[in-house]
């Protein structure tokens, strides 16, 4: 059973377009939720971070939209760049820190 | 500062043969994970580690065992491969417990078992 769940898979966006990644979970002991950038060849690297406490959270082109009932949460990246091209995981925590990772969504901005 | 270091980076494996993935890290970080990444799957905890000396199960650690001899190293032993095995292996840590800790992963071992 995957405890969470990202859509989509796949994302084109043209340059200066939005990206969205959606991520669900079930589990309602998960208190920390990031996300993960991952180029080719490297190892996921942090990109944002929300607590369930907030609604949003953004930092630069990147926003986290929490949304607490429904048990969801998204990633925007306002004016998409090619150097955004990578794969991204969304992720859910406890404070024992076992950490679960989404299946990843490939992104490709286009120039 | 080196952060996680894995070795080797790429391994070819024949059916049936062992080996370990090495993994250090110099951060002085308590917790250590291996998670394996496969296409469209995401990643997916092998074994973790919350000190010298403590290992314990994670979702998908048929195949594999771990050992915590000292803070700084995590050694991942694949006994007898399989095909099933043939993955991109991370080796990651965490600071300890408590919520919003960063997870800090290596570059990644590639393994084909053949």
């Known amino acids: 059973q995957q405890q969470v769940k990202q859509s989509p898979q796949s994302l084109i966006v043209q340059k200066g377009g939005i990206s969205i990644i959606n991520c669900a979970y079930e589990n309602t002991a998960f208190d920390y939720f990031p996300w993960y950038q991952q180029f080719p060849g490297k190892g996921p690297a942090l990109l944002i971070a929300?607590?369930?406490?907030?609604s949003e959270k953004k930092e630069g082109r990147f926003t986290i939209s929490f949304n607490k009932s429904a048990k969801q949460f998204s990633l925007h990246i306002m004016d998409s760049q090619p150097g955004d091209s990578a794969t991204y995981f969304c992720?859910?925590?406890?404070?024992?820190?076992?950490?679960?990772f989404g299946s990843g969504t490939k992104l490709n901005v286009k120039p | 500062n080196a952060g996680v270091t894995q070795t080797p980076k790429f391994r070819i494996l024949k059916i049936g043969q062992s080996m370990t993935l090495q993994c250090t890290q110099d951060?002085?970080?308590?917790?250590m994970y291996w998670y394996r990444q496969d296409p469209g799957m995401g990643l997916k905890l092998i074994y973790y580690s919350v000190g010298a000396g403590i290992t314990d199960k994670g979702e998908v650690p048929n195949g594999y065992n771990v050992s915590r001899s000292t803070t700084e190293d995590f050694p991942l032993r694949l006994e007898l491969a399989a095909p099933s095995q043939t993955s991109v292996y991370f080796c990651?840590?965490?600071?300890?417990?408590?919520?919003?800790?960063?997870?800090?992963f290596g570059e990644g071992s590639w393994l084909t078992v053949v």
């Open positions: 929300i607590r369930p406490d907030v």
């Open positions: 951060m002085n970080h308590n917790y």
């Open positions: 990651a840590t965490t600071k300890g417990r408590g919520s919003g800790n960063t997870i800090y």
């Open positions: 992720a859910a925590s406890t404070s024992f820190n076992k950490f679960y």
